[in-house]
């Protein structure tokens, strides 16, 4: 395939021009133009924004490193499950907003059928029966699809429409891994390849099918199944596919993660040496120092034979000449404490000493005192290029409130981002699937729904996610109050925004509630508004 796409390029490219592939070795191994391999994982000589050279990104092989790099780095794991922590959590519950100005509906109507709509989703999406294979419920699957957008950068999943009784809406959905769907994927950063990806396009380069390669677990064999995007009669939606492209006419996405997999590699090296060598000083805490005799020839005096004749307990060969007594003694002798401890670090004991000896206990080196410094200090560039900070990552921050609420902040805005991409590539359409089994069936009336402005005005929704970790409740209270008394928000998006609850169902209980309390009524604390300004000091 290399050669393929090698010659692909040869006419299009100056002499002085290198292709290389990104995405064979840990986070690179290039090939240049004359064939020669580097072949030790590094990068670019050059390095990546060097303007002679053309980078492949093979698709398969990033993905593949992404998956492998999730279990051999703590620190890529942390940086792909606080992403999908942050971004999903528990889910993304639908809020339903249809527009009752194009719709001719009064806006009370709206809200009543919004109400409707969203708990009977929700009745859906919290059972196992979404999901074709019964494993996740629907939220469960939308933390499973954001770990394949952060891990592998390309996400498929195909939609079945299935009759059994049991089930809530016959709409089901599954996750296709892929690897299933077969194809030279490469991307070029200086020409479309135009090489077949398991994806099938129109004229306009719209994806319309799909090349599913499937193992049959009775034959042993692998057969390939080719499935619309949407139904030819049906209309209905029967694959999504969801990447970021990065270049123009890039048909697959590959992992957000190749940039730095080789980072990911080089401070887990450095992690694993670093605590290698602190066991090592652990289980060795000490050596014979003799000032009697010259260091610098340990083996005077022995007599040249087999490697058995020297170490601990040396045993000459019956043919050994001019064998004296010191010739049987042990260079180097050590033995186990009494204790039964041998296997753990620090159960050594150095022992026989003669006249001369004296224990010289070793320095303890390991782990250096810059080291969690060093690794903070690499391991927050490589969060940086990904849209995070380590303090969101590590779930840590300083004493500063300012300074930790404007991470949260900014770590929010990128994680609203990738929301928004997650519900426009993958919630939406499921919506709109959803919906248009329960008007077909009757449960829910969608007057115009065949119109397609008024079709869009009734699937207009939002997904409201976790609110962003309140640092301080009292002042959030306080700034929550004034925007409400500005009208710039409702109490409704108050409680969703802090816990994710219905405004109206909190009033409704509270009205309740605060007739079940005998008299007088307990009163209502007042907010203070009027907050002291923050010092940003660390006692705060």
Known sequence: MLDKIKKLFSKEKTSSAQTRQAGNGISANYYPAGGNSYGNGSKYESGMSSSRLVVLHNHQALRQYARDMMYDSPECRALVTSAVDNIVDTGMRLKPVPIPEILGITPEAAEEWSENVALRFHMWANSKKSDRSRTNTYYQNQRLYQLFKQRDGDVFVRLYYNREKDLFNPLQIEFIDPNQI?????????????????????????????????????????????????????????????????????????????????????????????????????????????????????????????????????????????????????????????????TQPGSVLIGNLRRGDKIKYLQDTSPSQNFDAFISSFFSSIAASTGWSIETVLKKFNNNYSASRATLILCWRVANIQRLEQNSDFDNPIYEMWLSEEIAAGRIQAPGFSDPLLKAAWLNCEWAGVPMPNIDPQKMASADLAYVQMGAQTLDDVARNYNGSSGKANRSKLTRQWEELPEPKLPIAPVQTNMPEDGDNDNE
């Open 182 to 342: 077969r194809g030279a994927e490469f991307t070029s950063t200086y020409i479309q390849t135009g090489i077949d990806d398991g994806i099938i396009r129109d004229s306009a380069n719209r994806e319309i099918g799909y090349k599913i390669w499937n193992f049959n677990s009775q034959t042993g064999k692998y057969s390939e199944t080719t499935i619309p995007a949407i139904g030819e009669k049906s209309g209905r939606i029967f694959m999504l596919h969801g990447y970021n492209p990065e270049y123009a006419g890039q048909g697959r996405g590959y992992s957000p993660l190749s940039h730095i997999l080789q980072e990911f590699e080089k401070i887990t090296d450095f992690r694993v040496s670093t605590i290698q060598k602190a066991i090592n000083q652990a289980s060795f805490i000490g050596a014979i120092e003799n000032e009697e005799k010259d260091p610098s020839n340990p083996l005077a005096g022995r007599v040249a034979g087999p490697i058995k004749e020297y170490g601990s307990y040396p045993q000459p060969s019956a043919t050994a000449q001019n064998v004296t007594p010191d010739a049987t003694q042990p260079i180097i002798n050590w033995d186990a404490m009494p204790e039964a401890t041998i």
